[in-house]
Every structure is written in C-alpha cells, then in structure tokens.
C-alpha cells in the first residue's frame, strides 16, 4: 500500500523519464483479506495484494496504454520505452480525447480506521464466531466476511495530482434449514453499520420463516421488494440505461426518453460522492472531478453520466464518471435513491394479496430498450393476505419491463439500506409495487 507522497514520487519519476512524452500515470493498489465460512464452520483465510501502474500515451489522436505490477527503476523505465514505442505504432483513434488540466489536485485520505482494526483476521474469525454460535443445531450457514484497503493514484504531464484512500467490508451468508434458504448482506465503509450477530440473525430469521413453502400460480402481484432485492434491479439499471455511451449506441432503455417521465413520480435517483452514506471517492478514472447527478427526478429522466469520450461525442463536459473502460463510458458508482414516508407496516397492511420479496439472482437482461428483465427470487420469498406475511412461496421467476413496473411504485420505505453493486454500495430503501409479472416457478 503506498502513500500518497510515495505514489507521487512513482508518477512524478515516470514523467520525468517520459521527457516530452505526453504521459498519464494511474497506480491503483488492492488488499483484500477474505474468511470464508460454510457448514457454520470457518474454513478459509486468504490475502491478495495487488499494485498496478497504468502508463497511458497520447500524440493526436495516437493512444497507447502500458500496464506493469513491477516497480523498481529498471522495469519501470522499460515500461516508459514499451508506452513510447507502442505510441510509434498506434492507428489513430476516432476522437482526440486530451488529459485532464485541472484542477490541479484532489486528494481523499479519509477512511473508517475501525474497519482495519476490527476486521483483520483475528478481528474477522472473532465475529463471524459470535455470529455463527447462534445458529439453532438444523441451521448450517456459507458466505463470508471481506476487508477491502484499496488506494488510487493518478498524474499526468499537465501537472494535476489524484489521490484517494478507499476502505469498505463486505458480508454475506445464505443460512439453510431443512433445504430452505434465509439470506442477509451489507457492503459498508463505516464500522458503526456492521452487526455481524445481527445479519446473522436476519438470515436465520427468513430460513425459519420459509419452512414448508406453497406453490402459486405465476402472474402479476403486487409487491413489497426489499432493499437487496431493489438494490439489484438499480445496479443492472445503471449499467444498461444511465451512461451516456449507451445511449449514444442507442441500447439504453432511456434513448429519446429524456426530459420524460419513465418511472413514478415517488421515485428520484442521484450519483451523489459527497453523500454521507456513499463510497467516496471524489475523481474518476481519467481524473476528472466527479459532479453529482440527477438522473430520475420525481420520475423525470434527467441527466446521464459522461467520460471524456463520450463527452467530446455529445459537445459537452465530461461529468467525472469514467471507470477506465472507453468502450463503456461513464457509469454512476455512488446511487442514491430518495426514501419515501412509508414504514414495513403500513406497506404491508395495504396489500390484500401480494408478495414480500428479498432478493432476485441470475438477473438477465431480455430488452434493453424496454428495459425488460429477468430473474429468480431467492432466499425469502413470502405471500402476503389481508396485511399480513401468511406464507413462504417457492420461488419464482419474473419477466417484466422495469420501466413499467417502476412507473407503478405506490410506495417507498422511509428507511435505507446500503447494498453492494459493481464497485461499492448504493443506498436504497424499500418499494411497493402495484405489479411485477410472474412468468415461471421453480418446482420442487
């Protein structure tokens, strides 16, 4: 792990050796500290430690990229003539895409020390142990426990300096009973939301609840979707319809949809870094600053996310939300989504017939210009009647537009929840949905 004056001194060296090369240099570090459980045992403890440096060169629209994870003088000066020969040699690209100028710096050191002190190894088995010893004897759980300490660093010859310091734990663990599955989750880079005993317990909660479970028939109902179950459905969203690239390549089920309404009313979306509860990391990629987005608004479809490519194909600025990959554009990394004023309770007592659902898995796109999706509910799955959790349901699968399902959200949860996407978390409560169609069950 390198500090932010020792990557300075890589990326400073590397500048200097390019001469008048035009030159960026991105370094990203990555420790991760993993213990796995299954049979409610402990059975796995591993660490992976990974540097990169990312050497980019430019000269018109010439592009060429070196990577190398070796950082002595030698090999680092031969990454420089590999970057410049790879330049000779370069075809030209469509667009000149020229480095960030400013600002000339943005650093972001701040991070929950309690993560690093309370989920080392010894810190991890500790709590995973309390959690597990209250499992019942007929309950096995399986997931684990992770601690991420990740840095990213970036300069270039135009002078600017990027920094950031980035911690966060992961947890997870499906707990089965009898054959049936109760699950629980949370991504987090803030000690304080962590309860291992209590997720534990979460899990366990909805194994005991899905004893014994009913067949129904697929069609639409009514639906309360929980926090995982609509963090799940927002991040594939995000990937398919909130870039600006995919809307340029005319796959994204908001092309010629902006400034309309597509979703409810209720239902407001940002990417907002400076959130209290958001992963922070405050430039992107290309080391642009990050803006903050509206990209539903009262339902309306407001804004996209752009790197500098597919800014420079719309006249326009980049608004910091490059993940590094051209070819895919920008990608919003820190969603929020607005809460409502509804509590479980009251959501449930409005529903004379639906069902209570916890998460999705093997989520598949099937029409992203509908935005049609499909996917299994898993672990908890429950019918309500009459306001009431009356019975488990085996699972089932849906097949619908979520442009239409979330056109009909009739409420939303007061309280949120952190759950994992692609890179980090996004904050999300709770839904009411008038339909979600049912096309399929899994038999027993």
């Not at 309770?345 to 999706?373: C, K």
């Not at 699972?395 to 619908?400: C, K, N, P, S, V």
Request: hydrophobic residues 35%; glycine residues 8%.
């Amino acid at each position: 792990m390198l500090t932010k004056s020792e990557a300075y001194m890589v990326i400073d060296r590397l500048i200097n050796w390019a001469g008048s090369l035009d030159l960026q240099v991105k370094i990203s570090g990555r420790e991760q500290g993993l213990t796995r459980f299954a049979g409610s045992e402990i059975h796995q403890n591993v660490s992976q430690e990974n540097l990169v440096v990312e050497l980019t060169a430019k000269e018109g629209k010439k592009r060429a990229t070196v990577t190398t994870n070796r950082l002595s003088e030698r090999e680092l000066q031969e990454a420089v003539k590999e970057v410049r020969q790879k330049l000779e040699f370069a075809g030209e690209e469509e667009l000149e895409i020229p480095f960030v100028k400013e600002p000339d710096d943005i650093e972001s050191s701040q991070y929950d020390d309690k993560l690093l002190q309370k989920f080392d190894i010894a810190g991890r088995v500790k709590e995973l142990k309390k959690g597990l010893s209250q499992l019942t004897a007929d309950m096995e759980a399986a997931g684990s426990l992770s601690l991420h300490n990740n840095f990213l660093a970036l300069g270039n010859t135009e002078g600017i300096t990027r920094y950031a310091r980035l911690v966060k734990a992961d947890f997870n663990s499906v707990v089965e009973k009898e054959g049936q599955t109760g699950y629980a989750a949370l991504t987090s880079d803030n000690f304080a939301d962590f309860s291992i005993e209590k997720l534990f317990s979460r899990a366990a909660a909805k194994a005991n609840q899905s004893e014994q479970p009913v067949n129904i028939e697929p069609k639409e109902y009514p639906v309360i979707l929980e926090p995982l179950a609509v963090g799940g459905l927002l991040t594939y969203l995000s990937y398919l319809g909130f870039s600006a690239r995919s809307l340029q390549k005319g796959v994204s089920f908001l092309t010629d949809r902006l400034g309309e309404q597509v979703f409810s009313d209720k239902i407001s979306i940002y990417d907002d870094h400076k959130h209290n509860e958001t992963f922070k990391l405050p430039f992107d990629m290309e080391g642009v600053p990050r803006q903050k987005l509206t990209i539903i608004e009262k339902g309306v479809a407001r804004e996209l996310a752009y790197d500098l490519k597919s800014a420079r194909k719309d006249n326009c600025q980049s608004t910091g939300h490059s993940i590094g990959r051209p070819s895919m554009g920008g990608l919003p990394l820190h969603l929020v989504m607005e809460s409502g004023e509804s509590n479980r309770e009251e959501m449930l007592a409005s529903l004379d017939r639906g069902l209570l659902i916890t998460r999705f898995h093997y989520l598949n796109v099937v029409n992203p210009r509908q935005a049609i999706f499909t996917g299994l509910t898993r672990d908890g799955t429950f019918l309500i009647e009459e306001g009431e959790v009356k019975a488990p349901v085996q699972d089932l699968r849906f097949t619908d537009s979520l442009l239409k399902a979330f056109s009909r959200v009739t409420a939303i949860s007061t309280e949120r929840e952190k759950v994992a996407n692609f890179s980090g978390f996004s904050l999300v409560p709770s839904l009411l949905l008038e339909g979600l169609k049912f096309t399929g069950r899994k038999e027993t």
